[in-house]
């Protein structure tokens, strides 16, 4: 057991798990995620990049927060912590004892624990002494040492500051230990007007903890609302949107979320993912007996003076087609006021036919089809995600802040006064402990030590 406690308050397997741990962000801020990024995503990266993408997926890369090796990692952290709050609040238990050198041994100088020594002909020092702690906000405690030596204390609760602080960084790993394990998140791509039913819908990405089950939220989401904000060098400002969530019973609530303002719904948060563009609905003899609708997904080009490219083949057809979407035919824009779609119709036996299309518009085919741009819309990835340990988190969080205030605002200080008859007189020495600021602390004490010499000796006088 005793090895398995040094090696877990080992300094060197601190120091690892904090680089690890720091790794781990990282990597997961660097790498994509699997339930952040579509499969279209994905998919391209694989073809870009097989054996990159392959190391990734074998190593768990793309899934972080849900690994083995994280979750592994938030263990042994969870562990230590624990380790050093059992002997930390066992030390904050005990009672302060002084501990101290001989009057013999004091060194003026020290700085671990800093001590002044004088001669006085005074016979009346406590009263004088405690008047002098008591300006400075150290509280006595006359009975804890033996004979005529006394023992005081400042700020006794900064003796708790390490087991607090400590606790709330436990409390912070535990939250993350519970979230890694039992986290769910989805991402569902909604076009405006679109819904997505998350009992019975198919997520276009998901993740989920080792320990947790199926996503399935008991409601429908539909994406009312859906705005990019651009600079004027063609970056995005921002992406805003509203989501209504409609519950079984028909009770519909709104969320208006933007990509760093998450919405909340019943403990499942609702956010972004920053995936945006067109959607395209083009129908295939709409008035016919078995109409054939494509839906297609577009990228938003990079800047206001690019179109989007894309090739399909209509399904269930050999219709092939080559399109070139624009946002606006009239200037180049980014956003989607006046659309339409220059199209290469490709099909066998027939020469490509070339047209331009407005969503509305109808043209008549070869063998008397008819293809018609139905809509124009927007589409956003949206995620859904269900963590837990939120409340131990935020705990987490305060219990640190106050364990570092007390720590460094407020520290710990015990100070020593023992008392020598000789033949000289009394012989007074002061010393000291702190775990913070021991310059200061030293300083501290001599301004103590010269203020009460010469009280005595203006006690002596009169």
Same mark, same amino acid.
């Given at each position: ?10 300094? &060197? ?127 006595? &405690? ?90 004027? !060098? ?89 399109? !070139? ?94 008392? !020598? ?42």
């Amino acid at each position: 057991m005793k090895p398995l406690v040094r090696f877990l308050l080992s300094r &060197s397997t601190i120091v690892a798990m904090m680089v690890g741990l720091g790794a781990a962000i990282l990597l997961g801020t660097l790498i994509p995620q699997a339930g952040a990024k579509t499969p279209r995503f994905f998919a391209a990266w694989q073809a870009a990049n097989p054996l990159p993408y392959e190391i990734v997926r074998l190593l768990q890369l793309d899934r972080v927060y849900t690994s083995f090796w994280f979750l592994g990692l938030i263990a042994l952290i969870a562990a230590s912590l624990s380790c050093s709050l059992y002997y930390q609040t066992r030390t904050a238990l005990k009672a302060p004892h002084p501990d101290m050198p001989s009057a013999s041994a004091c060194r003026p100088g020290g700085l671990t624990r800093p001590c002044h020594t004088f001669t006085c002909r005074a016979t009346i020092v406590r009263d004088i002494l405690v008047g002098i702690m008591r300006k400075r906000g150290y509280r006595s &405690s006359v009975n804890a040492m033996p004979g005529n030596n006394f023992m005081f204390s400042k700020n006794r609760a900064g003796r708790w500051s390490g087991v607090v602080f400590h606790l709330g960084l436990l409390s912070i790993i535990l939250a993350g230990l519970g979230n890694a394990a039992l986290q769910q998140r989805g991402l569902a791509i909604l076009t405006q007007g679109g819904s997505f039913a998350g009992q019975t819908g198919k997520w276009a990405a998901t993740t989920a903890g080792m320990l947790a089950g199926q996503f399935a939220p008991r409601f429908t989401a539909r994406l009312d609302k859906f705005q990019p904000l651009y600079w004027d !060098n063609d970056q995005i400002k921002t992406l805003k949107a509203e989501v209504a969530i409609v519950e079984k019973n028909g009770k519909t609530t709104t969320l208006p979320i933007a990509v760093n303002n998450p919405g909340w719904f019943n403990g499942i948060k609702v956010f972004l993912s920053g995936d945006y563009g067109y959607a395209l609905d083009l129908l295939l003899n709409g008035k016919g007996v078995r109409p054939v609708l494509a839906h297609i997904l577009l990228t938003a080009p990079a800047t206001r003076k690019d179109a989007v490219l894309y090739d399909m083949t209509i399904p269930t057809t050999d219709y092939r087609l080559h399109i !070139n979407f624009h946002p606006n035919r009239q200037r180049p824009s980014m956003l989607p006021t006046l659309p339409g779609a220059d199209l290469i119709i490709k099909e066998p036996g027939q020469p490509p036919l070339k047209v331009n299309l407005l969503p509305g518009q109808t043209i008549f085919l070869a063998g008397g089809d008819t293809l018609t741009l139905s809509k124009v819309s927007y589409w956003a990835g949206i995620i859904f995600a269900k963590s837990y340990g939120i409340s131990l988190l935020y705990t987490g969080f305060g219990l640190s802040i106050i364990g570092a205030f007390f720590m460094y605002v407020l520290p710990f200080k015990m100070a020593y006064v023992w008392i !020598n008859d000789e033949k000289a007189g009394r012989r007074i020495s002061i010393s000291g402990r702190a775990k913070r600021y021991q310059a200061l602390f030293h300083q501290e004490l001599l301004e103590i030590a010269t203020e009460l010499q010469e009280a005595l000796a203006a006690d002596a006088k009169q």
